[in-house]
Every structure is written in structure tokens, then in C-alpha cells.
């Protein structure tokens, strides 16, 4: 099985996270979610006989932060119960509704796919990284998105710069060493129209991963979507071709068929300029196709599985890669979240310096 996220210790802090964690991956609305992270948040910093006394005199939600019901998450929780909330949501969530992937799930070093609420997730870096680290991952790549997605609060070249420094300090305050978890420099930048991508080459040279997705004109015709998709995959900045046919298949954002494109230039193009082709993992995304997906695998393409999680519970999604790969018959050395870091970041520089 995969790692359990943040299992309950028995503290408030914990039960908090992990009843946000296990919202997070039965895919609740965020802002659902936040009521618990603001409460773990709130609480934090504070010595634990003071939130003791708190619950006992029932002045925890004069806290900023806390409301009724976290007050009695962190009530049960101080007098040794485990809290209701926390139960149900072990009940309704706490496996993963997936069947097989066990194996290569556990073959997965990391994640080159997540969002923090600097573009359109829900959760701050930190967050985002501290969860990683709780699932056993040795590495995620922070990938928010590029500027022309304004509807995500895509950074520009000024947010950007500034999020390099934070992941730097992340690092330090994790007190990355060697061989431990480290947060990865990157970005999900859109491709545009014309095929070039939405980052300038100067900030994409500070990144240390690059993932580039079509997110606008996904009806348009084959011709174009090809010769937009091979310009962007022929860029030497390109390490990933992130969802590539667009397509929802389930979820609150209704569904939308794939995006039309010659997949067999595609992929033998993302072959020829060692372009992984991402296994999306979102349940509503589930992309490529399964056609494609085999398709991809007997060009010989490698693959990256990501969660592209926009919560921390969503990094768990990885497992429904998995589930996807295993199902296509791809081998474990062909997806590059298997291999160590240091190759991957080899891998990923590479392109550039050829
Ligand atoms: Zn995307
Ligand atoms: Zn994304």
C-alpha cells in the first residue's frame, strides 16, 4: 500500500491535517478544506497545555482561526478521543478506491507535478512540501503556473523570482542534506499558440524542472494543435508534455473531450528530443487516454506520473498513475519518477546543455 500521508498521532495538530489530507484526496472543494488547515495553523505555535486549557475552558475558538466545529476536533482530541470528524473521514476516504499500482507506487521517488497557492492550489509551499516529505517522497517539483494563465494567477518573471528564494528556504528550513527530501525548483508553463513557451528562457534556465501543457485553444484543429505541440516539445527547455490531450472525464468541472493532434508525431517527436510524456493522475483527468497511452509506450517514450495536485491530500493521486501504467504494461525504468533525483536532474539539464 501507499504511505498514509499523515497518520494520527493523537495530537490536535495532527488530527487537524490529517482530516484535511483525507478531504483533500476524496477531492473536496478546497475552501471546504481550509477550515481545518487554519485551525492546524492557529494552534501550531501553541504550547500544548495552553490548547489543553483552552479545550478544558472552552475558549479555543476565540482563537483566530478556530471555529465550533475544529474546537471540538481539537477537544476530542486533547481529552485522548478520536475525533468524530476525523472517524467519518477515515470511513469515507482512508483507501484509495484503486485497483493495483501498489508496486510501482512504491517505485516512485517523487513528483514533477504540484500546485501551491501562489497560482491556483490551495495550500501554501510548505504545506505542500511537509506532505511530500510525510508520503515517503524524496523529492517534489513545485510547478505553478505561467503568466498568461491569469485565471490561476499564473507568476510572472517578479512572483517567480520571489518563489525561488522561498523554495530555497523551504529547503533550508527542512534542512535538506543530501539523500533527504528536497522541494525542486519548477514550473507547469503553458504552451503557446504559436508553440513557444510562456516563461522567459532566462527563468526557465533557473528552474530545475519543466513541465509545458496546452491550456487554451483546446478544440482547435489537428493541423495546428500538432505543429503547436512539436514546436514546444522541439524547445530544449522541455522536460515533460503535461496532460496532452486536455481531456475531463469526470468531476464539478463537467467533462471535455481530448484535444485532436497527429499522437504519433507527438510522441515520436517527445522520443526524438527526450521529452517525457506525463501520466496525469487527476480522476477527472486520467490522461492520456489509454490508446495513446500505448501508443506512447511503443514509440519507446519515457513517462513522468504526477499527481498535478492543487492540495496536499492530492499528492496522494499518484497511485491512480500507477494504477494506469501497470494497466499499459510500462516498465518502472521508462517513468522518471523511479529513478534517483540526481538523474533525473541530470536528465532534466541535459536537454539544454546538448
Ligand atoms: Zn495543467
Ligand atoms: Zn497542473
Known sequence: MTAAGDPYDGSPVAALRRI???????????????????????ILPLPADEVAARAEAGTL???????????RVIGDAVAGRVPERLAEAEEQYGALPASGGEQLREALRGD????????DGGSPIEEMAMTAMELGHDYLVLTDHSPRL????????????????VVDAVNEHLGALPGEF???????????EDGTLDQTEEMLSRLEVRVAS???????????????????????????????TGRLVTGNRGT?????????????ACAEHDVAV????????????????ELARDIGCLFSIDSDAHAPGQLDFLLYGCERAEEAGIEPDRIINTWPVEALLEWAASSVES
Open 256 to 268: 471535455r473531450p481530448p484535444s485532436q493532434f497527429d499522437a504519433r508525431a507527438v510522441f515520436e
Open 150 to 165: 491569469t485565471i490561476a494567477r499564473g507568476l510572472s518573471v517578479e512572483r517567480l523570482t520571489r518563489q525561488l528564494d
Open 214 to 244: 496546452v491550456h487554451s485553444k483546446l478544440r482547435a484543429e489537428s493541423g495546428p494543435m500538432t505543429k503547436r505541440m512539436l514546436t514546444a516539445i522541439r524547445n530544449p527547455w522541455m522536460n515533460v508534455l503535461g496532460h496532452c
Open 20 to 42: 484535511a489530507f483525507l478531504l483533500e484526496r476524496g477531492r473536496a472543494d478546497t475552501y471546504k478544506v481550509q477550515a481545518y488547515r487554519k485551525a492546524a495553523a492557529a
Open 182 to 192: 528536497r522541494l525542486l525548483k519548477g514550473i507547469e508553463v503553458d504552451i503557446n
Open 112 to 119: 514533477l507535478h504540484s500546485h501551491s497557492d501562489w497560482s
Open 278 to 293: 506525463e501520466i496525469n493522475s487527476r480522476p477527472e483527468r486520467r490522461d492520456p487516454p489509454m490508446k495513446l497511452l
Open 61 to 71: 475558538t476565540e482563537l483566530a482561526g478556530i471555529g465550533a466545529s475544529t474546537a
